[in-house]
């Protein structure tokens, strides 16, 4: 099992932690999400070979940007 973790700015409250968690899990291939408000920080376990470009997409898709 693979893990990443990566940053996303505009999240402001709860409501922003759970719309980028499901962003984020709908992604075929994530097992699990773990999103922290206080450090804007995303852990992501991968089950196989999901591109990062793939997350990148769904988080932005949401109006909020990740910083590589």
Known sequence: MK???FKVQGMTCQHC????QRAVS?????SKVEVFLDTGTVKVQLEGDVPFETIKKSVEEWGYKVVD
């Not at 932690?17 to 980028?20: E, I, K, R, S, W």
């Not at 709908?26 to 994530?30: H, I, K, L, M, Q």
Request: proline residues 0%; negative net charge.
């Open 26 to 30: 709908s992604v075929e291939g994530v």
């Open 17 to 20: 932690v759970n719309t980028v």
């Open 3 to 5: 893990e990443i973790e």
